[in-house]
């Protein structure tokens, strides 16, 4: 399915999206016009039955041979029955596939745009709060949703029935037809002007619903903090001054929308009233028959009080256009970081990056990385180390691709990365960060995430090589234990060897540690470092840290500071040099500046 043009109206867009599901529509559309063809019969039969009691053999219906009273009601009751029949059968059908269009298009609307929401760039996501997406995702669909199931079927259905009755009028009495027609005009104006003021209302309902909700997201997400804080007062006058917002926004939307069907109905009862009194003098005179004037009378009801309800289709049709709206808004945001075409065997990868000339600045900042050179030898362990601030993150951000270059470019084996494949290049790295994301599920699934197909004996073995074979054993189910909404039954030293499992059961030719020890206890961190020996072997491995003691056995450091490298080296020989990395040793290591340090 295909975003629509954000320039088209919000009909047009959900015209365009609905494109895929003509045949359906058409189906549905038919089968609610038929539905109320044969529910707009039964005044007819009305008018038909008072004929035939006052006319008698010289009725309408004698005219097709039927000439005696009681077979003319026998072919009445046949009728009736016919059409009964049919009204129900259409009825039953519309609904069916109204609801499974609805239905239909609410899932492929929502896979649609949840496909694209992870094919944007993390900008994206750090300036759009998860709750207003949420609401996008979930309130905005099901929105469009009930107004599929409900209002389009509403709305064919008032067409048709001005259409034929107005028709069926016209042919029996103009003067009547005329005087009914009059108050439409003033509905239709009404209502359209309604519709004008309602748009921008909803418009606004819906961003104060996402305003909500986002609120909601970020306080069930931050609820350590806000008890250990003792902030649940303020955070519930801050709840209850976005949900004010929220009541008060509806509540100004409330009061046009509910004036709407009172003016209607006077301009309703003004032509019920004329064609009560027209239509009688016209049935006394002779002018129509009393069976017309039967027909007219009811038939008056079936044309003008249905349009009572178009306030309140009206009233949805703009709540699904303004979630409509901010939907396709969503699948027009363009892809800010394209996919390249090259595709990359990932057993072929022997692991050599380049950062070449590589700039770049964060959206409002001041540039981070001016003409950055790093040669990484495939198969070597690399440490980088600095102040925060210093770049050393956003190298991890910009070989991910989840931003992508102002300048230069980065090489994988002499192929730069923009022309691989996202999903290849992904693929051939395995990230551990330090802010540890664990998904609802059993500490299996979790190490297993992104290997969906692998043997339990190779997550076990996983576990074994992340050291977090012992801690998962003695969990009450052990390997099938529910960690919890991001792991919260589990430590954050835990949470951190699950983490590495999941790398290391994904066997990536390149492995990213950023900050994978920076929140980790002592112990932790040498049973890492354990890990690490074992599975950095052959592989070319990126160490980002803060604690030195991570990264003393790195083949090479590089020393950040303000995206600049301005050490390079080992261990040893940048001990010796006794510059920043010696003096960021001596920090860490208790000692007082230009105190001798021990290799």
């Not at 609904?95 to 239909?104: D, G, I, P």
């Not at 709407?260 to 027209?278: C, E, G, K, T, Y």
Request: hydrophobic share 45%; with cysteine.
């Amino acid at each position: 399915m295909e975003s629509a043009n954000p320039r088209l109206s919000g009909l047009q867009r959900l015209l365009v999206t609905l494109q895929p599901h003509r045949r359906l529509v058409l189906l549905a559309a038919s089968c609610s016009v038929l539905n109320k063809i044969f529910d707009l019969a039964p005044p007819v039969l009305i008018g038909l039955a008072v004929d035939v009691v006052v006319r008698q053999q010289t009725a309408w219906l004698s005219g097709f041979g039927f000439v005696s009273v009681p077979s003319q009601l026998a072919l009445l009751a046949l009728l009736s029955f016919l059409i009964w029949s049919a009204e129900s059968l259409f009825e039953y059908l519309y609904a069916l596939l109204w609801r499974n269009l609805a239905q239909t298009v609410q899932h492929s609307l929502r896979l649609e745009a949840y496909d694209h929401l992870q094919k944007l760039e993390m900008a994206f996501f750090e300036a759009s709060s998860s709750g207003r997406l949420m609401t996008v995702l979930n309130d905005d669909i099901n929105q469009l949703e009930r107004f599929l199931d409900h209002g389009a079927n509403e709305l064919l259905q008032l067409i048709t029935t001005v259409t034929v009755v107005g028709a069926a009028m016209i042919w029996l009495s103009p003067t009547v037809a005329g005087v009914s027609f009059l108050p439409i005009p003033l509905i239709l104006w009404g209502s359209l002007n309604f519709q004008r003021r309602l748009a921008p209302r909803y418009a606004e309902v819906r961003e104060q619903a996402g305003d909500l909700a986002s609120l909601l997201s970020n306080n069930l997400s931050g609820i350590l903090t806000i008890k250990s804080y003792t902030a649940e007062a303020w955070e519930l006058d801050r709840l209850e001054r976005q949900s004010q917002a929220y009541r008060a926004s509806n509540r100004r939307t409330i009061r046009i929308s509910a004036a709407f069907i009172p003016l209607i109905r006077f301009a309703i009862l003004f032509a019920f009233l004329a064609i009560l009194v027209i239509g009688g003098l016209q049935a006394w005179r002779g002018t129509i028959a009393v069976g017309s004037y039967s027909f007219l009378v009811f038939i008056t009801q079936r044309l003008l009080w249905p349009l009572t309800s178009l306030g309140r289709t009206l009233d949805d049709y703009q709540r699904a256009m303004a979630s409509t709206n901010r939907v396709l808004d969503l699948l027009d945001t363009p892809i800010a970081i394209p996919s390249g075409s090259r595709r990359l065997d990932i057993k072929r990868v022997r692991g050599e990056l380049r950062f070449q000339s590589v700039g770049f600045g964060y959206a409002g900042r001041e540039p981070l990385l001016s003409n950055f050179d790093l040669l990484v030898p495939a198969g070597s362990t690399l440490g980088v180390v600095g102040a925060t601030g210093s770049g050393k993150s956003t190298l991890v951000k910009l070989l991910l691709r989840f931003y992508e270059l102002q300048q230069g470019q980065i090489l994988l084996d002499g192929i730069p990365i923009a022309d691989l494949q996202l999903g290849d290049l992904r693929r051939a790295i395995g990230l551990v960060s330090q802010e540890v994301f664990l998904f609802h599920g059993t500490v299996a699934e979790n190490i297993a995430y992104g290997s969906f197909q692998c043997r339990r004996s190779a997550i076990e073995r996983a576990a074994q090589l992340a050291e977090a074979a012992r801690f998962i054993e003695l969990l009450p189910q052990g390997y099938d234990t529910v960690v919890g909404e991001r792991g919260q039954r589990l430590s954050g030293g835990q949470r951190q060897r699950i983490a590495l499992a999941r790398a290391i059961l994904k066997n990536p030719p390149l492995l990213v540690l950023d900050e994978a020890t920076a929140a980790v206890d002592n112990e932790t961190e040498a049973a890492i470092q354990r890990s690490l020996d074992l599975i950095t072997a052959e592989r070319t491995t990126l160490v980002i840290a803060h604690r030195l003691s991570t990264v003393r056995h790195a083949d090479q450091i590089v020393v950040m500071d303000h995206g600049q490298l301005i050490e390079t080296g080992n261990h040893e020989q940048l001990i010796r040099r006794d510059g920043a990395y010696a003096n960021l040793w001596r920090v860490q290591a208790g000692l007082r500046p230009g105190e001798g340090l021990c290799l």
